[in-house]
């Protein structure tokens, strides 16, 4: 069953330094998303992507946010600058249509340090 | 603003019976309801929805039952087996005419089987 890949599994940056996150989205689907999980919190919402364009954003998606889709396989989460609070897991996620449940890669953690 | 709502951490069930999971959410404007299973160290993966024009959903071993008016939904599973065991995530959107782009989730609930 085609699945959604993310690397690294695991990122540890230093405060203040970028960091890109990466997906592969199953190939068929054209709605991509980024959430993050908190140790101990509840999955949040970061962005939405579709037609090469953020579709909506969430509060904690900032101006050190940025999301691209470089080519025709990848979508990345860049962090500008990032803080000791970014610390979390990321997940991307992709739909095939729009209202189509989301299918999740296994998570990014990011350590920042 | 916990938009969506699951009000037990964790649940214990003996493999074999019945586990039910409940979810309440606060926003009328949600009309598309789903249920994420995840595993440590995997991400969330589908498991059922339902949508707001139906007030039962079946597949298999799981269940969504949805109460608009009480703005409350639950997920039955039985039997309960050990592989169950899974934080079990709750979320809604709303479809705002067209798009259901941001789904909202709950805290989850870590559902333990015994066996």
């Known amino acids: 069953e085609p699945e959604v890949t993310q690397t690294p599994s695991h990122q540890v940056t230093q405060m203040g330094q970028e960091v890109i996150l990466r997906c592969v989205p199953i190939?068929?689907?054209?709605?991509f998303y980024w959430y993050r999980q908190i140790l101990g919190q509840k999955v949040e919402f970061l962005v939405s992507?579709?037609?090469?364009?953020?579709?909506?954003k969430s509060e904690i998606f900032d101006d050190q946010f940025s999301v691209e889709r470089p080519d025709g396989s990848n979508f990345t989460l860049k962090i500008r600058s990032t803080k000791l609070e970014d610390s979390a897991m990321y997940f991307c996620?992709?739909?095939?249509?729009?209202?189509?449940?989301?299918?999740f890669g296994n998570g990014t953690r990011l350590t920042v340090t | 603003d916990q938009q969506v709502k699951q009000n037990s951490p964790s649940l214990s069930v003996q493999e074999g019976r019945i586990s039910i999971l409940n979810c309440d959410y606060t926003?009328?404007?949600?009309?598309?309801f789903l249920w994420y299973k995840k595993y440590p160290a995997e991400g969330p993966t589908f498991l059922i929805s339902i949508s707001s024009i139906k007030d039962k959903n079946e597949d298999g071993r799981f269940t969504v039952f949805l109460n608009k008016s009480a703005k409350h939904l639950s997920l039955h599973i039985v039997p309960s087996q050990p592989g169950d065991s899974a934080v079990y995530f709750c979320a809604a959107s709303a479809s705002g005419g067209t798009s259901y782009d941001k789904v909202i989730f709950g805290p989850g609930t870590s559902l333990s089987v015994i066996p």
């Open positions: 190939s068929n689907h054209l709605y």
């Open positions: 996620a992709s739909s095939e249509e729009d209202g189509t449940p989301l299918h």
């Open positions: 926003n009328s404007m949600f009309d598309y």
């Open positions: 992507f579709y037609n090469n364009e953020i579709s909506e």
